[in-house]
């Protein structure tokens, strides 16, 4: 019996009908991340997989449930890499890329893996870009980092999505906080006989002991209920992380920024401290978050490095695109032929100029494309009418003819295929092409 192979499930291959719309939003990204002084960096697929246990820590979802790990011939632990930070501030300490003591923008587009529930918007290999910006505490760079994600969405022409802005505070307030938090949830989480009830899912009552402020994030609807009316963070800030917080919103306003107070986000990873922030369109259902980010003063000296304040987002393309398509805002251009040459080549006509009309064309092709122009003609195509058939599926935007007369006299007639327009040049002139 033949074996018919199929894609993993979870992934996707991007065949070249929408291929372009990949390319285009990767290089607006790269363009727009550019303009605001971020370089590239590509990191590997794999990781040693405490690079990311360290990091994002023991009690998340991405390293508790999600990562594809596995072992080399030497018994060494990997992972696929699940998301961009860790590898980015690992192979920032190791290169000692801030050892001038400057801010260190870096920006990535790169491949995550998560073994998760495939849906709509959820994939198990997804592509991320990101953005961070290491070296310095001050807010107006967690403005600045928020502003190039903002920036991107805008140039894209993206309408539908909303910033959202939070505080979690530094570990001295989270502690206030998570107390509070578990003072709330105590009575939820427990029967009063001190048994663990049903009215949050499993995963909360782990969160309750390991991470409270997560209870926060849960999507499930009976525990989303209940955090309604769970303590805000906002209100266990101290004077640091308020003022922090409030500058933030100063240089927001200044960049011209729209964006909402959501006391309620916290960011999936341990990482996170003071400024998080989400972007999120709500059109998209259930997985509705575009990207997100925040600030990360204590990762770099967790990882091993010097104690380096940093923030910074990641964002992803297949919502993304899903949006632009979703509200008919995708701008990029399928690619089309400039110049479609057509000439009759049928060799069986009796035509004893076909090799000559042949020559041209191909002459005329090569040097349309040595000039980086996309040019199109199909030898096998041999009546007129085929080949512009073909110009038309094509959407070609001009037509070129070589034909008896333009041979004879040395000119190519060019016809403009959206106003039907026709014009000759001189075949010395195709330099003007
Ligand atoms: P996270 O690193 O989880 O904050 O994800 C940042 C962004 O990456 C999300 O807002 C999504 O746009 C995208 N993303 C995360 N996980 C997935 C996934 N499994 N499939 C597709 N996109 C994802």
Redesign the pocket.
């Known amino acids: 019996m033949a074996v018919k192979y199929t894609v993993p499930r ?1 992934t996707q291959d991007i065949l070249p009908k929408d291929s372009y719309k990949w390319e285009y939003m990767e290089m607006v990204f790269r363009k727009v991340a550019k303009s605001y002084g971020y370089q590239e960096i590509n990191t590997p697929v794999f990781e040693q997989t405490e690079v990311f246990e360290r990091s994002a820590g023991d009690s998340t979802d ?1 390293v508790q449930k999600e990562m594809y790990r596995f072992q080399d011939k030497k018994g060494r632990n990997f992972a696929l890499r ?3 930070t860790a590898p980015v501030i690992r192979s920032y300490i190791e290169n000692n890329l801030g050892s001038e003591g400057h801010i260190t923008k870096l920006f990535y587009i790169e491949a ?1 893996f ?1 073994y ?1 529930r ?1 849906q709509s ?4 290999q ?3 870009f990101g953005c961070e910006c290491i070296g310095t505490n001050h807010p107006y760079y967690d403005a600045e980092n928020i502003t190039v994600f903002w920036t991107y969405l805008k140039t894209l022409g993206l309408k539908n999505f909303v910033v959202e802005i939070n505080s979690i505070g530094c570990s001295e307030c989270s502690e206030t906080y998570n107390t509070a938090l578990k003072d709330y949830f105590k009575k939820f989480i427990f029967l009063p006989n001190n048994e663990i009830s049903d009215l949050v899912c499993p995963d909360c009552q782990t969160r309750y002991d390991k991470n409270p402020k997560r209870l926060l994030d849960c999507k499930i609807p009976k525990c989303k209920e209940i955090s309604k009316e769970a303590p805000s963070m906002l209100d266990y800030l101290d004077d640091k992380c308020k003022t922090h917080f409030s500058e933030v919103q100063k240089y927001l306003d200044i960049l011209k920024v729209p964006y909402v107070i959501n006391p309620k986000i916290v ?3 341990d990482y996170y401290t003071q400024t998080a922030f ?2 999120i369109n709500y059109n998209l259902g259930s ?1 509705n ?5 925040g600030r990360y003063d204590g990762l770099i000296k967790q990882m091993g490095g010097k104690d380096t304040p940093a923030v910074g ?8 695109l899903l949006s632009l398509i979703n509200e008919n805002s995708f701008q990029g251009d399928c690619p089309r032929p400039k110049y479609y040459i057509v000439c009759a080549n049928d060799s069986s006509a009796n035509d004893e100029n076909v090799s000559s009309k042949l020559t041209k064309a191909l002459e005329l092709l090569i040097f349309l494309r040595n000039k980086g122009i996309y040019a199109e003609f199909d030898i096998e195509k041999i009546s007129l009418k085929a080949q512009l058939k073909n110009a038309n599926r094509l959407k070609a935007h001009h037509v070129i003819i070589i034909g008896e007369e333009e041979l004879a006299k040395n000119y190519l007639t060019l016809k403009n295929m959206n106003t039907g327009e026709q014009t000759t040049l001189d075949f010395d002139k195709i330099d003007e092409l």
Request: charged fraction near 25%.
């Open positions: 979870g991405i699940p998301e961009g995550m998560r998760d495939p918007g959820r994939s198990r997804f592509s991320q960011r999936g990873l989400e972007f997985q978050a575009l990207g997100g980010g987002f990641a964002g992803g393309f297949s919502r993304l």
